[in-house]
């Protein structure tokens, strides 16, 4: 074992672990989950789902998994397409010690109420949901209380069993992890902080860096006197990042798109925005309870803060989790439930702090509550939260406007802890929703950088900077060069990828009045009539196996704050709903759908939605790719020699970083 020896890339090994044996110095993409729930998840339990991390480790390598029935019973089986590169189970942290007391037999609170309400079999959904509301309650208040009521039973001990655990979540991700120079994969240890204050979506994931990390998982229940997200940085930082142990930790937002508009609040002062920089430097931007990007309505023709027709994609209606929530109009939807705004109103806190608090690269993830990590494919998707999805007439009626969730790309030299970390922490990183694109994304002077040549991210490297870096006024007040270069997703071969449909990079600037704008530029298009069957499914004519292009921003402004990021667009494919629905004797497409549904179960009602009748509903999706943005900064200098610091030096090394920015 080499505990500290020299790394492939710039950072330095915290772990003792062989050195991986085929290191790539240019860096590979590595597809994983950040977002994983098991049994010890109430919401997790209480419909259904009795696997547990190690079977989520299993499961992300390629085993086999059980899933519940309607009746909770496992009877039902699942296995990934395609084994995972790195995963972690991020249970929520609240109450997860009275979960294991309850699921335990002979334990002290084994017959108590609240105990028989998580294990009782409930067919009904609002039963289930009744059932979540009592376990999760107190995390919807701003002073919750902070154990159930039997943790007072004599001889129970509710902290105790929540370390206990903590610890076995520890060696779960200790006995995945393959420490071996065959590299193959690679777990974190991690958690979910789990705000939910008046049903709005507060929630972050803490993913650390190795095996050094707090004593407890840090909950909202630990940390909401320090407030909700500042409490959880304060006492991470005391009790991980300033405890001189060597715990390092990256806190990634999710489901902003059901925040209520609070997720992303103001930030108080210059070293509030520049704590939550350092902490929060990236965001989930799609998973199963839908996209976060940005939201178009199709019906009224209007968007919340764009003009962006493609921004009806796997949308969310509601702005945050409460039964009966009334849907705002689009131009009432609050803004900031969507992370495109919140890298506009980045832009202008920069302006007047010095400091950007949004600055953030982006991850996707599935959030799965049934243990199965990465199980993404549209046809086949056997659901993510337990008996809620046991049939396809309980996946149309109560979850039809979920998806498959998605995946985070790391380009790293290699699948270890301390290079994906390292990548996480730089923010080199793209989100997919669900396939395996190859993206690469870099700005800057770009001195010899063409498409098709063998030296193409060698020399973007050498004069540039990759997705989720910065960079000043590179070519004086010419704009920089953006270069891009997809590969598409091969698949397996009994669901080959869908080829390339096209390319975009969306821009984000703030104009001298302070006030932001978007637009989003088409740089690459197969050109191609690629499409889907709506008989069959089954894709016809034919995209891009490949798109590059180099593009220079014919709006650049020297003297304007801007970010930059690139989506991917594959050719069209079938929506998993219209599978379901297929099957059952339902199509999405037909005139008399409705009279179908009727006569096959009234559950399949919602198999009928689309473009015609619903704001954000077609049976029919683009799978799509975000990379993490590149920053322009007019105050940037032309030419950058920086020391950028993933930890302490002494703990994890520091990155010299010298962009070769010439005039080119």
Same mark, same amino acid.
């Given at each position: ?63 086999? !998994? ?122 974190? !240890? ?61 806190? !990634? ?79 009432? &939807? ?48 056997? $659901? ?56 690469? *994304?870099?700005? $800057? ?10 030296? &193409? ?98 709006? &650049? ?62 049976? !029919? ?24 610091? *993933? ?18």
């Amino acid at each position: 074992m080499d505990a500290r020896g020299a790394s492939p890339g710039p950072w330095a090994r915290t772990e003792e672990r062989e050195p991986c044996a085929d290191p790539a110095p240019l860096r590979r993409p590595y597809f994983g989950d950040l977002h994983v729930h098991t049994s010890l998840s109430a919401d997790a339990y209480i419909y259904g789902t009795r696997t547990g991390p190690r079977d989520a480790y299993g499961f992300a390598r390629g085993e086999e !998994i059980t899933l519940s029935d309607d009746n909770e019973e496992q009877t039902r089986t699942a296995r990934i397409d395609r084994a995972l590169d790195f995963m972690a189970v991020t249970d929520h942290a609240e109450f997860f010690g009275e979960v294991d007391l309850c699921a335990t037999p002979g334990s002290l609170v084994y017959d108590e109420q609240l105990c028989q309400v998580l294990r009782q079999p409930e067919p009904d959904l609002s039963q289930r949901f009744l059932a979540t509301a009592q376990w999760l309650f107190p995390l919807g208040f701003p002073e919750p209380v902070t154990e159930h009521a039997f943790c007072a039973t004599a001889g129970v001990d509710c902290d105790a069993a929540a370390v206990s655990v903590w610890e076995d979540i520890q060696a779960a991700a200790e006995e995945a992890y393959d420490r071996t120079s065959a590299c193959t994969f690679t777990s974190f !240890i991690g958690y979910e902080y789990t705000a939910s204050l008046s049903g709005r979506h507060l929630h972050r994931n803490v993913i650390f860096r190795n095996e050094k990390v707090p004593a407890i998982a840090l909950s909202y229940l630990d940390t909401f006197e320090g407030g909700v997200g500042r409490g959880l940085w304060a006492k991470l930082e005391a009790q991980c990042l300033e405890a001189g142990t060597g715990c390092e930790a990256v806190v !990634i937002p999710h489901n902003s798109n059901m925040s209520g508009g609070d997720q992303f609040f103001d930030p108080a002062d210059a070293d509030d925005a520049a704590r939550r920089e350092r902490l929060e430097r990236l965001v989930e931007i799609h998973q199963v309870k839908g996209n976060s990007e940005c939201r178009f309505d199709q019906l009224v023709g209007a968007g919340a803060g764009t003009t962006d027709e493609l921004c009806t994609f796997e949308i969310e209606p509601r702005p945050h989790q409460l039964p009966g929530t009334p849907v705002p109009p689009i131009d009432q &939807f609050p803004t900031r439930n969507l992370v495109r705004n919140v890298l506009k109103d980045g832009l202008a806190f920069e302006q007047m702090l010095g400091v950007n608090p949004f600055r953030m690269g982006f991850t996707g993830s599935t959030d799965t509550h049934n243990a199965n990590a990465g199980d993404v494919a549209e046809e086949g998707w056997p $659901g993510i939260q337990g008996n809620e999805d046991s049939s396809p007439q309980r996946m149309i009626r109560d979850n039809m406007r979920t998806n498959p969730g998605g995946l985070t790309a790391v380009w790293a030299e290699e699948n270890s802890r301390d290079a994906l970390f390292a990548a996480l922490a730089r923010r080199e990183t793209y989100a997919t929703t669900g396939t395996r694109p190859v993206v690469r *994304f870099f700005a $800057g002077a770009l001195t010899g950088v063409r498409c098709g040549r063998d030296d &193409f991210v060698a020399q973007a490297y050498a004069t540039g900077t990759p997705m989720g870096g910065e960079i000043g006024p590179v070519r004086g007040n010419r704009s920089p060069r953006f270069a891009v270069w997809v590969q598409k997703d091969p698949g397996t071969t009994e669901q080959p990828g869908r080829d390339l449909e096209r390319v975009q990079v969306v821009k984000g600037w703030l104009d001298a009045d302070g006030v932001t704008h978007e637009r989003v530029f088409e740089v690459a298009d197969a050109a191609s009539g690629a499409d889907v069957d709506r008989r069959t499914c089954t894709p016809t004519g034919s995209g891009a196996a490949e798109l590059c292009a180099l593009w220079e921003d014919p709006d &650049f402004d020297p003297r304007q704050r801007a970010f930059y990021y690139v989506r991917v667009l594959e050719a069209p494919t079938c929506r998993w709903s219209t599978f379901v629905c297929k099957a059952a004797g339902v199509d999405p497409f037909a005139a008399n759908c409705a009279e179908q549904a009727a006569a096959a179960d009234p559950a399949f009602a919602d198999c009928c939605l689309g473009e015609a009748n619903d704001p954000f509903m077609s049976p !029919i999706v683009r799978e799509r790719a975000w990379t993490s943005p590149i920053w322009y900064r007019p105050d940037g200098p032309a030419r950058l020699s920086a020391r950028l610091r *993933f930890g302490k030096e002494s703990d994890v090394g520091v990155l010299d970083v010298r962009l070769r920015l010439g005039s080119g």
